[in-house]
């Protein structure tokens, strides 16, 4: 991670009361390596961290990304602090307290591990009408920022769950539902948005099944 001053500080009850060391284990979803609260480290303003380093506050930092490319961050010092997400381009709210960190990233394991298979793209950056039919039809659900695109979006219904990552490029959908009849019958509807038609792809023999049925 490169050197960088570390420094030890009290840490706000209501991240520790939140953030047990069980909670965190459970929400490394992504193999992100765990920080606080196995070990209390804070980097400084200015110290020359590669995440944080021009952020106006000590950070308390929570977690790294499974790479190394960027780390989440609890600022100290201020009242109800967001979490904070840094790497080499600058820090971002990804999200405004520690709950909705946790609770977004228990929302992502469910949606991975919602039902027997799942459908996945990487498609052209999200349409307007796209976005507009994905809020009218399903409840919005903790969107987030930062990484890993600049925006994080998620949608759910009693069956159903679709996250989407959003960047100036592309933006990469997983949908996902408790079986694989309920997943076929939502792609029929979703498959006309952005360019699903040509970008939609499952690792599961099933979903790619389903795919062809849809495609025709």
């Not at 307007?128 to 809020?135: I, P, S, Y």
């Not at 009693?158 to 100036?168: N, V, Y």
Request: negative net charge.
């Amino acid at each position: 991670m490169g050197e960088t001053m570390v420094h030890v500080h009290s840490v706000p009850t209501d991240i520790s009361a939140a953030l047990t060391l069980e909670v965190a284990r459970e929400i490394a979803i992504y193999d992100d390596t765990v920080v606080f609260p196995e070990e209390v480290l804070v980097y400084e303003p200015g110290d020359g961290n590669e995440y944080f380093s021009d952020y106006p506050t000590p950070i308390l930092v929570l977690m790294f990304e499974n790479q190394g490319v960027c780390a989440w961050g609890v600022p100290l010092g201020v009242d109800h602090p967001p979490v904070l997400v840094g790497d080499e381009f600058g820090v971002t709210r990804f999200s405004p307290n520690i709950e909705t960190f946790i609770a977004a990233r228990r929302w992502d394991d469910a949606c991975f591990s919602l039902g027997p298979t799942m459908i996945q793209a990487q498609a052209e950056p999200l349409p307007e009408a796209a976005q507009r039919f994905l809020d009218e039809r399903y409840e919005s659900r903790f969107t987030t920022h930062g990484w890993p695109g600049h925006t994080q979006l998620r949608y759910e219904s009693d069956s159903m769950r679709i996250m989407l990552w959003l960047s100036e490029e592309q933006c990469d959908w997983f949908i996902a539902a408790k079986s694989a009849g309920e997943l076929e019958d939502a792609m029929r509807s979703l498959i006309a948005l952005s360019d699903l038609a040509t970008s939609a792809w499952s690792l599961e023999k099933e979903g790619e099944a389903i795919l062809r049925r849809i495609r025709g």
